[in-house]
């Protein structure tokens, strides 16, 4: 089978064995893949949870069909139409834990849309419902808007009961398309002072939750912006790993800040963190409710080039990946 790879000079596509289910495991023929920047931090040579490295497999979600089964799952069969969260995704097959794959809704949802879900999905549902603790009613701000994930975590805001709904980005078009995707008000983090504006929005309060993918330069920012008592959900770190911290604001404040991420969890606590996202999710994306963009589609064979233009950081939603 073909399978994108990290070679000494970059991501190509090589051959390699077709692999087999374990007992737990379904195996997949992909049609579809989408990018997420744990690809382009591995394309680029950067260790990402272990994963890097040349020889490394790329990516992280797809769609396609069962194929085959292991002797344990009993939820699914050769032939079904999947949507997965899926390590090595970027290849004519994949295999991964059946706990992590979803039937893909009988709604018309084309392969490459079902590629775009798993992984923003599960990702969100978890930072803005289980570790964000959001309550119906409280307010809501997302830092990387315009990602898939961003606009997905502002339309789980809104469907699980935010009062106010806030969206940032840097970007002034992109700024403008956020209200179609659930945002109330949009944040431009750009300017010195866009605390005040969250503050605004929020009659004074600052924001109840703060779901983070940006980090280093508006951490301080997310501590002016934050309620008293309000929660910072740290999910990525487009801005860097590392910046200045304001620990007093931090504790004046009450804040709880709350790391989260897929690579130090067990494959029990993905099961139950894809089962709780099922729970109240599904029949939103079901009923077409949740919705994400597709800016651009490119073969397997060009994926260096939908890699390129996600570094580039000039895209509004997914970048995904035709594989058959």
Not at 55 to 71: D, H, N, P, Y
Not at 91 to 112: F, K, L, Q, S
Not at 294 to 301: D, E, M, Q, S
Request: hydrophobic fraction near 40%; proline fraction near 4%; charge should be neutral.
């Amino acid at each position: 089978m073909k399978a994108a790879v990290l070679g000494e000079s970059g991501v190509e596509i090589r051959d390699l064995p077709k692999p087999e289910p374990k007992p737990n495991e379904v195996l997949i023929k992909v049609r579809a893949s989408s990018l997420n920047r744990a690809d382009a931090l591995v394309a680029s040579g950067i260790q990402h949870g272990g994963v890097g490295g040349v020889g490394a497999r790329i990516g992280l979600e797809c769609s396609g069909e069962i194929e085959a089964v292991g002797s344990e799952v009993k939820d699914f069969k050769p032939g079904d139409r999947v949507l997965a969260s899926a390590p090595g995704g970027f290849a004519e097959y994949v295999v991964t834990d059946a706990g992590r794959a979803h039937r893909i809704p009988g709604n018309n949802m084309t392969y490459e849309q079902a590629a775009c879900f798993p992984v923003a999905l599960q990702t969100l549902h978890n930072a803005v419902v289980t570790a964000g603790r959001l309550k119906r009613g409280e307010t809501l701000l997302i830092q990387g808007a315009s990602s898939g994930v961003g606009l997905i975590g502002m339309q789980i805001g809104k469907l699980m009961g935010a009062s106010v709904v806030m969206g940032s980005s840097t970007n002034a078009e992109r700024r403008s398309r956020l209200k179609e995707y659930g945002c109330d008000v949009a944040i431009d983090t750009s300017k010195p002072d866009w605390p005040e504006d969250v503050k605004k929005a929020t009659g004074g309060n600052g924001a109840n939750l703060i779901v983070d993918m940006v980090s280093a330069p508006v951490a301080n920012g997310n501590l002016e912006a934050a309620a008293l008592l309000g929660r910072i959900v740290n999910v990525g770190r487009l801005g860097g790993t590392h910046g200045d911290f304001n620990f007093d604001l931090h504790a004046l404040k009450r804040i709880d800040y709350i790391g989260v991420t897929f690579r130090t969890r067990t494959l029990e606590e993905v099961r139950d963190i894809v089962r709780l996202m099922r729970a109240d999710l599904w029949p939103a994306l079901e009923s077409g409710k949740l919705t994400l963009p597709i800016y651009r589609t490119f073969k397997l064979a060009d994926i260096a080039d939908g890699l390129a233009m996600m570094k580039a950081n000039q895209h509004f939603g997914k970048i995904v990946i035709n594989v058959s």
